[in-house]
Nanobody, 123 residues
């Protein structure tokens, strides 16, 4: 069982930055691929970024590549999402997700989810 708690959301201006963090419980964090997803009102949940269990591989949605960076610290059981050059269309609730030995864009493949954190970008 893995419990995930996101933090770091808030309000930013277009062009600004925010850093999201996800803290995970459990002793096997280093065997879990981690993903970030987002969901805007009235829209489906959308893949943002993912990172492999060792941290050596990352994967980004085209809409955020070059602006967002995902990273993890297996010693601290955390995964972060650094968001730069924010745009109003980045406004959404952001969710952290975990799946053992998988990382990718399919939200159906993830077994554990955090409660989400709101990110709002004003123009």
């Amino acid at each position: 069982q893995v419990q995930l708690v996101e933090s770091g959301g808030g309000l930013a201006q277009a062009g600004g930055s925010l850093r999201l963090s996800c803290a995970a419980s459990g002793r096997t964090f280093s065997t879990y691929g981690m993903g970030w997803f987002r969901q805007a009102p009235g829209k489906e949940r959308q893949f943002v970024a993912a990172i492999g269990w060792s941290g050596g591989s990352t994967y980004y949605a085209d809409s955020v590549r070059g602006r967002f960076t995902i990273s993890r610290d297996n010693a601290k059981n955390t995964v972060d999402l650094q968001m730069n050059s924010l745009k109003p269309e980045d406004t959404a609730v952001y969710y952290c997700a975990a799946c053992q030995y998988y990382y990718g864009s399919s939200y159906q493949s993830y077994d554990y989810w955090g409660q989400g954190t709101q990110v709002t970008v004003s123009s």
